[in-house]
């Protein structure tokens, strides 16, 4: 496997490309998505089959490089049809490295490892001032797992799993069927992995007791662990509907990732709909009636929320009964 220099490619690149123009891939057969992508990759940097079941695409636009793994059913939910870190990033002129599973494989492939090495002795991370490391779920583990490969580099882990090997995680019964993926070798568990980043930051809802357990594994004095409660289990989905995570990220970028910051940006979730049905849900279940009254009147004062008006009207006209 032979790549072009990074730095070869970044000056075609700023020379001959429009760095925010990305076609849009939704609604392509799987196969002509590939080409599309593999064409995206060899214009702008490479596309790198690595076995039957992963795929590496690489752009080349700037010295910030964001290092991406998702699956290709996740991709396919995206209305662009386009990986997370493309239809994220393209107006940042981020570089961008995307690893992409058929399935949800945890990355877990003697040809990603390889791919890894790779990249770390033809000394590809070095030609970058900033990398950072970004996943959700499966994605959250590899990327905490493998910046192991870029010492210094930043990491973003959403919901990540430490790791599904039954001697730590039987308790995870989600992902019954992986228990036989190797989580033993090479870049494997995802925590120690960490130890040669510069940050990580891992968010998780810490009433997902699963998603809880595993962030409790990542106690490292390098990682920052950020609870979002009532946000439920598709962070991912969640925080590119509120536009949050490329402020994240860029935050990240610029070490200001700090718990205060974090609190700032996470407070779009007050105008975030399925984030205040759960809230109001959670309020329910502890039958706290003037705490659902309270949370009704300040949504409808801010937000078009016919279930929230409803629900006020219900509760003050039973209250003018009673």
């Keep these: 496997m032979t790549h072009p220099s990074a730095m070869t490619v970044r ?19 799987p196969e002509d998505w590939l080409d599309e992508l593999a064409a995206i990759g060899t214009e702008e940097g490479f596309f790198e089959p690595l076995g039957p079941k992963h795929r590496a695409v690489f752009l080349d636009r700037s010295d910030t490089l ?22 994220m990033m393209a107006a940042q002129g981020w570089s961008q490295l995307v690893v992409l599973s058929d399935g949800n494989t945890w990355f877990r492939a003697p040809e990603v490892y390889d791919f890894f090495d790779k990249l770390i002795d033809d000394g590809f991370f070095d030609e970058f001032e900033n990398v950072l490391f970004f996943g959700a779920g499966p994605g959250g583990y590899a990327a905490a797992a493998y910046s192991v490969a870029a010492p210094g580099a930043s990491v973003l882990a959403l919901q990540p ?23 033993s070798s090479r870049y494997a568990y995802a925590p120690d992995m960490l130890d040669a980043a510069d940050r990580a930051v891992v968010l998780y809802d810490p009433n997902v007791a699963e998603d809880a357990m595993h962030s409790a594994l990542f106690r490292r004095p390098n990682v ?27 935050e990240l970028a610029n070490k ?11 407070r779009a979730r007050r105008d975030h709909t399925p984030y205040l049905r759960r809230l109001l849900g959670a309020v329910d279940a502890k039958g706290r009636d003037d705490l659902a009254l309270m949370l009704c009147r300040n949504v409808v004062s801010r937000l078009n929320a016919p279930r929230f008006r409803r629900r006020l009207r219900a509760m003050e006209t039973t209250a003018k009964a009673g």
């Design 11 to 29: 000056t075609k690149t700023m020379q001959d490309q429009d760095l925010t123009a990305l076609p849009d891939l939704s609604g392509l057969e």
């Design 66 to 87: 964001l290092v991406t793994f998702q699956s290709r059913e996740e991709v396919a939910e995206d209305a662009s049809g386009l990986p997370a870190g493309f239809a």
């Design 161 to 183: 799993q430490a790791s599904l090997a039954p001697d730590v995680a039987e308790w995870d019964l989600r992902f019954r069927a992986q228990r036989r993926v190797d989580f």
């Design 224 to 250: 920052a662990r950020y609870r979002l409660p009532f946000m439920g289990d598709t962070l991912l989905h969640d925080l590119k509907r509120m536009q949050i995570l490329v402020p994240l990220l860029q």
């Design 256 to 266: 200001s990732l700090t718990r205060q910051r974090f609190g700032q940006i996470a």
